[in-house]
T-cell receptor, first 113, second 117 residues
């Protein structure tokens, strides 16, 4: 199985700062990339999806994709204490029956008030 | 209205027992999944069904048997439970198993925390 790697953290940033989360993947054929947020004791929820090289912005969140470097990142601007959670990078891997989503181990983010 | 719902939320049982987890989605998606999240929070795919057809079957002990009576339901039955089965099991669904070169994101249920004693 191909891999998705993330720094497990924890990453600690002060309120109002930019949080930068990084992810690398091993399957060069992957075309779909996602960031999920998971609060403690809750299920993962989708924050961003990105399919093309470059940046994609949605509110305070910006996803960046570089397929040549096999690198995906998530920037959170104006970080809030409510952003404290585990962020999961996910990559779709093609499979004979369809595709499956492979997750990284997650990066724990703490935003200090 | 809950989009992906799974029951029970908590399951505490003894080694050797057999248990089932049920999942239903009302999103109209045609693909459903079971994921296992271990104590280190690593989320790993177990099975995937598309319109009642098993399309992904990872290296999972055959004590785990998924069943999909229709595309809105995917259940997981576990025989002879072991201590190592303790984890949170998430059901998820997505629209389409293959959408061109793009993949649809997953919608997760709230999880079932299984504790085997």
């Amino acid at each position: 199985q191909k891999e998705v790697e993330q720094n497990s953290g924890p990453l600690s940033v002060p309120e109002g700062a930019i949080a930068s989360l990084n992810c690398t993947y091993s399957d060069r054929g992957s075309q779909s990339f996602f960031w999920y947020r998971q609060y403690s004791g809750k299920s993962p929820e989708l924050i961003m999806s990105i399919y093309s090289n470059g940046d994609k912005e949605d509110g305070r969140f910006t996803a960046q994709l570089n397929k040549a470097s096999q690198y995906v990142s998530l920037l959170i601007r104006d970080s809030q204490p409510s952003d404290s959670a585990t962020y999961l990078c996910a990559v779709n891997e093609e499979n004979t029956g369809g595709f499956k989503t492979i997750f990284g181990a997650g990066t724990r983010l703490f935003v200090k008030a | 209205d809950t989009a992906v719902s799974q029951t029970p939320k908590y399951l505490v049982t003894q080694m050797g027992n057999d248990k089932s987890i049920k999942c239903e989605q009302n999103l109209g998606h045609d693909t459903m999944y079971w994921y296992k999240q271990d104590s280190k929070k690593f989320l790993k795919i177990m099975f995937s069904y598309n319109n009642k057809e098993l399309i992904i079957n990872e290296t999972v002990p055959n004590r785990f048997s998924p069943k999909s009576p229709d595309k809105a339901h995917l259940n997981l039955h576990i025989n002879s439970l072991e201590l190592g089965d303790s984890a949170v099991y998430f059901c998820a669904s997505s629209q389409g198993r293959r959408t061109g070169l793009r993949g649809s994101p997953l919608h997760f249920g709230n999880g079932t925390r299984l504790t085997v004693t």
